[in-house]
Every structure is written in C-alpha cells, then in structure tokens.
C-alpha cells in the first residue's frame, strides 16, 4: 500500500506560479516512478508530467513542456511540481500517482493506467 497526499494548490492569478508537492508513505520511495496528472470540469483526467524513481528521467505532456518542472526528493518522499506562467487552461485539480507495478525500473509512464496508487489531489484555480 502506498498513502499520497498533494499540497499547494489554490487560487493564483494567470502568469503566476505555484508548488505542489506529493507526500509519500507505505513503500520505499525511491523504487517507484511518479507522475503527475490533471483533471478539468467536464474533462477527462490527463497526463501533465513524470518522474523516473532516481529522477534521472522526467517526461512532460507538451502543452506544458517550459512551464512546468517535476522533481522529487527521495530523503523526504516527496515529489513536487512547479508550475511556472500560469494560464486559465491549468484550472484543474491535480494529482499525484504512484507506479509500483513498475518498481526498481528507469521506467516513466504517461499513460493512466500504469499508476497504481492516487492522492486526493488539489485544486489550482488560475484567474484571468
């Protein structure tokens, strides 16, 4: 079993920025890829970026590609994403996943179904 719990969204205004992070518990973090995923009202729930489980690998979804970094700190079990020059389409809420099928591999997913494990996830509201 792994416990996520994300942080830092809220309410900012367009061209801002925020930090989210990911709290990790229950499995040895640093054998685990992570990622980050979107949802938007009415949308369905997206890729935005991963993370390999020594962070020698990210990936992003394009639309975000210069905008947002993903990062994580093994010693704290903790992923973060910083998102950079925020824009209206980012208003969603945001989660953080875990791959553990794939543990103890170089291996980063885009893809929904590879991530075993989900926070809460938090809202970011970006205002024009």
């Known amino acids: 079993q792994v416990q996520l719990v994300e942080s830092g969204g809220g309410l900012v205004q367009a061209g801002g920025s925020l930090r989210l992070s990911c709290a990790a518990s229950g499995r040895t973090f640093s054998s685990y890829a992570m990622g980050w995923f979107r949802q938007a009202p009415g949308k369905e729930r997206e890729f935005v970026a991963g993370?390999?489980?020594?962070?020698?690998?990210?990936y992003y979804t394009d639309s975000v590609k210069g905008r947002f970094s993903i990062s994580r700190d093994n010693a704290k079990n903790t992923v973060y994403l910083q998102i950079n020059s925020l824009k209206s389409e980012d208003t969603a809420v945001y989660y953080c996943a875990a791959d553990i099928d794939n543990a103890y591999s170089n291996f980063v997913s885009s893809r929904i179904y590879e991530y075993d494990y989900w926070g809460q996830g938090t809202q970011v509201t970006v205002s024009s």
């Open positions: 993370i390999s489980r020594s962070a020698s690998r990210t």
